[in-house]
T-cell receptor, first 114, second 113 residues
């Protein structure tokens, strides 16, 4: 597709379960970001991938969160042992290069932890 | 932690009115971006400003970057219902990072017909 694709668009899970969120960036974009958007909290940086460089994981809130990017393209954000405070919209964005330019966002994955 | 404060948090106006939203920080940014987000969608870039004092116009929208590159404003003239959305400012290049954007919490604008 032409844009950033995220799946699932909605996920409802029970507390303690693991979830995986997928992001397929725009073809040719080397930089990929994950952000979390909670109600009234704006966008919170989680992790950044750029090419083959080591990712910047400084925004991951706990060791229950992890992400990988395979083959420089698709990325998966994994949340283990989900908690209710993990409920949020998880947004993926990609951009052309490793310096700040226009971020192209997907529509997000809305996670609800019961 | 670099913070961007946006005000007002909520704004509800009638079609045809003018409005200004603000984005302020104590940190200096090398660039400042404005995004608009509609329900169920990701943010979409409106503009990037990089020079202190810079003013950019996009149809009825006017963006200004403060001289000290710590603040920005977005002015909308003759607002229309299609302008409804969440307006987010995002600063880049602060704290030595040339790739990480810091987002404000946003201004939720509702333009009533």
């Amino acid at each position: 597709g032409a844009g950033v694709s995220q799946s699932p668009s909605n996920k409802v899970t029970e507390k303690g379960k693991d979830v995986e969120l997928r992001c397929d960036p725009i073809s040719g974009h080397t930089a990929l970001y994950w952000y979390r958007q909670s109600l009234g909290q704006g966008l919170e940086f989680l992790i950044y991938f750029q090419g083959n460089s080591a990712p910047d994981k400084s925004g991951l809130p706990s060791d229950r969160f992890s992400a990988e990017r395979t083959g420089g393209s698709v990325s998966t954000l994994t949340i283990q042992r989900t908690q209710q405070e993990d409920s949020a919209v998880y947004l993926c964005a990609s951009s052309l290069a490793g310096h700040i330019g226009e971020l192209f966002f997907g529509e997000g994955s809305r996670l609800t932890v019961l | 932690t670099q913070l961007l404060e946006q005000s007002p948090q909520f704004l509800s106006i009638q079609e045809g009115e003018n409005l200004t939203v603000y984005c302020n920080s104590s940190s200096v940014f090398s660039s400042l971006q404005w995004y608009r987000q509609e329900p169920g969608e990701g943010p979409v870039l409106l503009v990037t400003v990089v020079t202190g004092g810079e003013v950019k116009k996009l149809k009825r929208l006017t963006f200004q970057f403060g001289d000290a590159r710590k603040d920005s404003s977005l002015h909308i003239t003759a607002a229309q219902p299609g302008d409804t959305g969440l307006y987010l400012c995002a600063g880049g290049g602060s704290g030595g990072s040339n790739y990480k954007l810091t987002f404000g919490k946003g201004t939720l604008l509702t333009v009533n017909p």
